[in-house]
């Protein structure tokens, strides 16, 4: 069974803080995305990671893909209110069309 | 504009009363998928088609059934809702590659309530 853990489960900062959330398998995925959900919504792609030590940065978001591909992080670098919601990552392993959720990383930016 | 549309978005239901969700897409992908998702937790898989393909996963039960009468349209048909069945039901949609990324965009939820 393919596993992705994610940490922290819950973050609470401030705003102006940095970040950083953890997404660790022991298994190889082709590529690996990032979604937000906002309470009420569906998950909102960010940003999908395909090549192993991938960077990719959204504004101030800094999404990596482990060179090995069975790791990610997401870095967020002055946090707004706005950046409040479910972080998820999810794997694709290339084949059967479905993904691997990670456990969720709840982000809860105040003023 | 939407690509992934859910209808309704709430949907309140009894006990016991069947009750079908829908889900439309622009994007003309191969595959859609159902998802439940409980309170803050992951989404979980309940099944995918892919084209006329039916996938259902393991632990999914008998009481969740689906139909995709063409490429745009995906139903989820709860034949006897239960309390537990109270959750957001996420519909999702993806081109169906392999061996890179087959991204997955997901329509805005139907939250359902069973009284």
């Known amino acids: 069974t393919q596993l992705l853990e994610q940490s922290p489960q819950f973050l609470s900062i401030q705003e102006g803080e940095n970040l950083t959330v953890y997404c660790n398998s022991s298994s190889v995925f082709s590529s690996l995305q990032w979604y937000r959900q906002e309470p009420g919504e569906g998950p909102v792609l960010l940003v999908t990671?395909?090549?192993?030590?991938e960077v990719k940065k959204l504004k101030r978001l800094t999404f990596q893909f482990g060179d090995a591909r069975k790791d990610s992080s997401l870095h967020i670098t002055a946090a707004q209110p706005g950046d409040t919601g479910l972080y998820l990552c999810a794997g694709d392993t290339g084949t059967a069309s479905k993904l691997t959720f990670g456990t969720g990383t709840r982000l809860q930016v105040t003023l | 504009d939407a690509m992934v549309i859910q209808n309704p978005r709430y949907q309140v239901t009894q006990f016991g009363k069947p009750v079908t969700l829908s889900c439309s897409q622009t994007?003309?992908?191969?595959?859609m998928y159902w998802y439940q998702q409980k309170s803050s937790q992951a989404p979980k898989l309940l099944f995918h088609?892919?084209?006329?393909?039916?996938?259902n996963e393991a632990d999914t039960p008998d009481n969740f059934q689906s139909r995709r009468p063409n490429t745009s349209f995906c139903f989820l048909d709860i034949r006897s809702p239960g309390l537990g069945d109270a959750a957001m039901y996420l519909c999702?949609?993806?081109?169906?590659?392999?061996?890179?990324?087959?991204?997955?965009?997901f329509g805005p939820g139907t939250r359902l309530t069973v009284l």
């Open positions: 999702a949609t993806s081109s169906g590659v392999t061996g890179g990324a087959d991204t997955q965009y």
């Open positions: 990671v395909v090549t192993g030590g």
């Open positions: 994007l003309n992908h191969n595959v």
């Open positions: 088609y892919y084209d006329k393909d039916f996938n």
